[in-house]
């Protein structure tokens, strides 16, 4: 297998740091060991529910120090693109929990039931009929509609279980229109990570468990791209999918021994 060479690696967080609170490979010897490779480490999760310094916290816990100006939501990719749309920020009737809600108030958007420039939706574990009864009419009514990701489920311990995307799904099947779409597979996650990094596509390896949005997203971003097998998708999976993975590996303590033993 070739190996790109990279100057950094955008990670996704669920699926390939850890499952729920279990962490899915000793992460402090796998950082050590990118550090020593001498890459820059930026993270990119279609998690909308949780801050960045939430993630930096619980990296902390896990034993690896990051801070949170290097953790990109769908979040903060949904603020991105609504501020591009409405810069001065402004009313949204928002279904969603408290990582969307903070990246979107710092934007400058704020959620309001009447009255709105537009709907964001993303995962929301306090979901009520009246609240996607709500969104709906907005949509109806012609306005704008945001999705901060599209992944219909996410790994635990337990198993498979329902993601924004099963959400987002119930509002699209209500109202007869496809949101705009801020995670992964949109590269703006990716693009925003160049951006802070300062490099260019083929530098950057993204990293995810996830053909459909992880692999998928990497690609449009024109990077190269590795699947862990260690969440959602499995190797059988991605010698079957296009675009193929650049690199497969079993999980990402694996990934990174490839390099380590190439050096």
């Known amino acids: 297998m070739q190996l790109p060479d990279v100057k950094a690696v ?25 550090e020593s490779l001498g890459w820059k ?6 998690n909308s529910t ?16 990051a801070q949170p100006s290097t953790i990109l939501t769908s979040s903060l990719a949904t603020a991105y693109l609504l501020r591009k749309s409405f810069p001065r920020g402004g009313p949204i009737f ?27 939706a993303g995962m929301d574990r306090n979901l009520t009929y009246a609240k996607m009864s709500k969104a709906t009419l ?8 945001f999705a901060s990701n599209p992944d219909r489920t996410f790994p635990t311990p337990e198993g498979l279980l329902p993601g924004a995307g099963a959400v987002i799904a119930m509002l699209q099947a ?4 496809d949101p705009i779409w801020a995670g992964k597979p949109n590269p703006t996650l990716y693009r925003m990570a160049m951006e802070q990094l300062d490099l ?18 990497g690609f449009r971003a024109g990077c190269p791209t590795a699947l862990v097998c260690s969440g959602v998708s ?7 999918y296009q675009p193929r993975p650049t690199i497969i590996a079993k999980d990402l303590a694996e990934l990174v021994t490839m390099y380590v033993k190439r050096r």
């Not at 928002?94 to 400058?108: I, R, S, Y």
């Open 174 to 177: 209500a109202s007869d229109v």
């Open 94 to 120: 928002l279904v969603g929990e408290d990582g969307l809600e903070t990246a979107l108030k710092e934007a400058g958007f704020y959620h309001q039931e009447e009255e709105v420039i537009a709907v964001v």
């Open 234 to 240: 499995t190797r059988a999976m991605a010698n079957a």
């Open 50 to 65: 949780r801050t960045p310094s939430f993630f930096a916290q619980k990296l902390k816990a896990m034993g690896v120090d």
């Open 138 to 145: 907005h949509i109806r009514s012609g306005v704008p509609f």
């Open 200 to 217: 260019h596509p083929n530098e950057v390896l993204a990293v995810g468990d996830r053909l459909e949005t992880d692999i998928l997203g």
């Open 10 to 34: 955008v990670l996704d967080m669920d699926g390939v740091l850890w499952q729920d609170d279990q962490p899915l490979v000793d992460l402090p010897v796998v950082f050590a060991q990118m």
């Open 41 to 46: 480490i930026l993270f990119a999760t279609n």
